[in-house]
């Protein structure tokens, strides 16, 4: 049984330090939200990608895998482009990443913080009209320095289910930290 250690334990009030220390770190943050409130806080702080209740609406067939990765693909391109943290929020489920990596939605390099932010991978996503940077000029799309890239979960570190994010991403790859 694979348990998935919370390397630290921070407050609400820590997220923003704590997940730039995961980037000084080259690791993404996986939260753990043992309260549930980091949902509501990262609403208005960051870019949230409710991946929880996309996977919902596939398995209801309410929506397809193209629509799912062009909504995971627009919300990355705003938060590459305002310098947000794009959070993906799994809540007890385990997304499913690998059905949505592709290198013109979702690139694989997404959960690797010196690889996402190289021009030659995000600029995959980019359709051709939006190749532009602020003012305009063709080609010259750039993220803004302070993007970053998070994911928030519901469960509890020491939760039997998490097994399944080995399954689904590289733990090596993240930080894991308890909110309390």
């Known amino acids: 049984q694979i348990k998935m250690e ?3 334990t921070i407050n609400l009030t820590e997220l923003e330090t704590a997940i730039e220390d995961s ?12 309260q549930g409130n980091a949902e509501v806080f990262f609403k208005y702080k960051a870019n949230l990608v ?6 919902v609406a596939l398995a209801a067939e309410e929506t397809t ?4 990765k062009e909504k995971i693909r627009t919300n990355l391109l705003y938060a590459l482009k305002s310098g947000s943290c794009i959070v993906f929020f799994v809540d007890k489920l385990m997304g ?16 690797d913080p010196t690889e996402i932010v190289k021009p030659e991978v995000y600029k ?8 532009m ?20 979960s519901t469960r509890t570190p020491d939760s039997e289910d998490n097994s399944d994010i080995a399954e689904h991403l590289e733990p090596e790859k993240f930080e894991f930290i308890k909110i309390e």
């Open 96 to 111: 499913k990443f690998e059905d949505y990596y592709d290198e013109s939605f979702l690139p694989k390099e997404i959960f």
């Open 124 to 131: 995959k996503i980019l359709k051709e009209d939006e190749d």
């Open 65 to 68: 895998v193209d629509d799912v």
């Open 6 to 8: 919370a390397t630290k």
């Open 23 to 34: 980037w000084t770190e080259n690791k993404v943050p996986f939260f753990f939200d043992t």
């Open 50 to 55: 409710e991946l929880n209740r996309m996977q």
């Open 133 to 152: 940077d602020n003012f305009g000029n063709k080609g010259g799309f750039y993220h803004q320095e302070t993007f970053r890239v998070a994911v928030l």
